[in-house]
């Protein structure tokens, strides 16, 4: 099955400075990669997503990059704000026909420092 | 802007009881899916489910838990006979198209 490695566990940079969050995936199957913020006692929200045909997507703020040869994408936010501050999933979808399957990995504790 | 509801927020049941979580899903999605998050730890995957049946499961899906759509609207899971490792955050989410996942607020299952 998938299995989805995220590093670092936790993130501490000062107000204004990039941040950038890296996964890993091994199922070459997937095709679809979202990436949750999870702030305390909250469900997950998407933020941003990449699709396996492409290579990098930016809204803002946040980008989010894809190697499909290497099975890693990243998620980098700029110029970070103290709001930025929660936890970060990424996730990986694989689909087989009418199957789908989503593996999260184990998360990112990003912390804004003002 | 539609949203996925769960009911109830917080359920405290005692060992070897059931419960039923329940979801309303975002009225024109397909895909529907079962998540838990015990406390501090990473959302793991339990099941999706697509034209009234399940799609996929996880290890963690085992036989104490079921998912149907008894009505065409609610999604329930049930856990047969709780236990204390049960104790967790449980989230539904639905996909239609685009892809993206909805997560409902979720229900927090206490099991004493």
């Known amino acids: 099955g998938e299995n989805v490695e995220q590093h670092p566990s936790t993130l501490s940079v000062q107000e204004g400075d990039s941040a950038v969050i890296k996964c890993t995936y091994s199922d070459s199957a997937s095709n679809y990669f979202p990436w949750y913020k999870q702030e305390l006692g909250k469900r997950p929200q998407l933020i941003i997503d990449?699709?396996?045909?492409?290579g990098e997507k930016k809204d803002q703020r946040i980008a989010v990059t894809l190697n499909k040869t290497a099975k890693h994408f990243s998620l980098h936010i700029t110029e970070t704000q103290p709001e930025d501050s929660a936890v970060y999933f990424c996730a990986a979808k694989s689909t087989h026909g009418g199957y789908q399957k989503v593996t999260f990995g184990t998360g990112t504790k990003l912390q804004v420092i003002p | 802007e539609p949203e996925v509801t769960q009911t109830p927020s917080h359920q405290v049941t005692q060992m070897g009881q059931e419960v039923i979580l329940r979801c309303v899903p975002i009225s024109n999605h397909l895909y529907f899916y079962w998540y838990r998050q015990i406390l501090g730890q990473k959302v793991e995957f339990l099941v999706s489910?697509?034209?009234?049946?399940?799609?996929?499961k996880s290890e963690i899906f085992d036989d104490q838990f079921s998912v149907e759509r008894p009505d065409g609207s609610n999604f329930t899971l049930k856990i047969r006979s709780t236990k204390l490792e049960d104790s967790a955050m449980y989230f539904c989410a639905t996909t239609g198209t685009p892809i993206e996942q909805y997560f409902g607020p979720g229900t927090r299952l206490t099991v004493t």
């Open positions: 489910f697509y034209n009234n049946e399940i799609s996929e």
């Open positions: 990449i699709r396996s045909n492409v």
